[in-house]
């Protein structure tokens, strides 16, 4: 779960953000630490794309524990997603 500045746990932060989050985690590991494409995140988590999209977009900007990389294929192909570096 995550937790606020404070040590409690962030009252946003659902199982479904969970099943997201560990989905992409589980996707770095396997593709050497590369950004994740929505469809294989969503797949993984076993989550429609349009509420993954939510998800990981909610995880980018409320959570902070998510970055969007765009425009990093050519062709574009679409926003890949990654873990934020922790220190």
């Known amino acids: 779960m995550v937790r606020e500045a ?11 953000h969970e099943e997201v ?3 992409l985690t589980a996707a770095e590991e ?5 950004g994740i ?3 294989e995140i969503s797949r993984l988590a076993g989550i429609g794309p349009e509420e993954t999209r939510g998800l990981l977009d909610e995880l980018t900007r409320e959570h902070r524990l998510v970055t969007e990389l765009a425009g990093t294929d050519r062709p574009d192909l679409g ?3 990654g873990t934020k570096p922790r220190l």
Do not use: N
Request: charged share 35%; proline share 12%; aromatic share 12%.
């Open 79 to 81: 926003p890949r997603f």
């Open 21 to 23: 989050f560990r989905a």
């Open 6 to 16: 404070s040590g409690r746990p962030h009252p946003d932060y659902t199982d479904r």
């Open 30 to 34: 396997r593709h050497g630490g590369e």
């Open 37 to 39: 494409h929505l469809e």
